[in-house]
């Protein structure tokens, strides 16, 4: 697969750079997408990961219509379109780009003109979700959130990433005073290229910051429940998604016994860990790593699972994810087992998805992960769900099903509404 090659020969390069800090490493040349078109194919139901990894393609996503039939998305570099559609490894398929590379553009000269943040301690209003952001600048607003909110806030760090960036965000609290009700944690940027979710997860911040002083649903919110939440969980890969390569999934960890760089952090949990759904190797974008929570993310973020399980326990845990629109339930390792309080969070998980698509007309599907998308081990939903015991333990798959992870600047705020409307349906349910 030349793709794989090219993507494995800079790779390899960057690990022989050693293990020095961010700041101090040269940034690679950026990876350039120019003409690669974008296909979604329908495969054989009985596919495996084999047949599909045998195209000359990048896999973007996967997902099972409701017939049950698996399609697949795949990015195609311009050398390898005619042997692609020459294949016969698909039944068939629909073009959803023809030049990836200048929707990457179209999606960076947006963010550059517009991805400053206002001045420090002051915070921006609703032209924040009009761009994406460089890291530096979400850190920042997270600041602002706080210095918004000073007596009911404060930001967090849960731990460090492989390159050292701190895991950070904010926590948010009612009446009571801090740690003081049930947790509600959110987790945003898992996958370093889903740019929409932190985003998301920032417009729910700002809401909630805005609101409190005088929307009665927010105040009963915060007033009954902790909120903490980190927007941007995977900071090394969501850094080099931003400088380097558009398309990096996983974090950037470097392994002695491995050229390939990086692990899958939510393959990387040790409920379910090492099962269908992820993978051994290390050149995969699903590899789960060596050993469950041999990523320091993943450690962090189980850690912080248990502190919060011991404080006084979690409502609700939403790691957040593009592009599928569906609220992913629990369980994703296992087709055939499910929390004993299914029903309750389908019935909730329903509601939601009703709400969502009301300003919009934006269509989610909801039910246990490994039946409604696709089966998932080692993921975060399924140890909060088990070892955080989460009364729901969820993962939410965002907008949208054409643009996919280049979702345009201008469905950032329409994807931040909708998801506001669900979760104020839910929070009138608690």
Known sequence: MKFGLQVGGLLLTIAALGLASP????????????????????????????????????????????????TVDLAVA??????????????????????????FAAE???SVQTSTVSAKGALPGLEWFDAYHPYADHVQYWADLHAALPNNSELIVAGNSFEGRPIQGIHLWGA???????????NGNVHAREWITSIVVEYILYQIVTGYKSDPLVQKVLNNYDFYVLPVVNPDGFVYSQT???????NRQVRSNATAVG???????????????????????????????????????????????DLH???????????????????????????ANVDEQINLAAGIAAAIAKPYNTTFDYGPGCLVLYQSSGNGRDYVTDVGKAQFGWGIELRDTRYGFVLPPEQIL???????????YAWSQF
Do not use: M
């Open 23 to 70: 700041l101090d490493q040269p940034v690679p040349k950026k990876i350039s997408y120019n003409g690669y078109k974008v296909y979604r194919v329908s495969v054989a139901e009985d596919a495996d990961d084999d047949v599909v990894g045998n195209a000359p393609a990048v896999e973007l996503q996967r997902r099972r219509s409701d017939s049950g039939a698996l």
């Open 78 to 103: 311009p050398g390898d379109i005619s042997a692609f559609e020459a294949s016969g490894l698909y039944l068939d398929s629909t073009v959803l780009s023809y030049d990836l590379g200048a929707e």
């Open 108 to 110: 960076s000269r947006v």
């Open 176 to 186: 009571s005073g801090k740690d003081s009700k049930p947790a509600i944690f959110f």
């Open 244 to 250: 380097t390569n558009r398309l990096w999934r996983k």
């Open 263 to 309: 692990t899958d952090i939510n393959r990387n949990w040790e409920v379910g860990w090492g099962g269908d759904g992820s993978s051994p190797n290390p050149s995969s974008e699903t590899f789960s790593g060596y050993a469950p929570l041999d990523t320091p993310e993943t450690a962090a973020l189980a850690a912080y699972t248990r502190k919060l399980r």
């Open 313 to 339: 326990g979690i409502k609700l845990y939403v790691d957040w994810h593009s592009y599928a629109q569906v609220i992913l339930l629990s369980y994703g390792y296992t087709c055939t087992e499910f929390p």
């Open 414 to 424: 329409p994807s931040g509404i909708e998801i506001w409307e669900g979760l104020k």
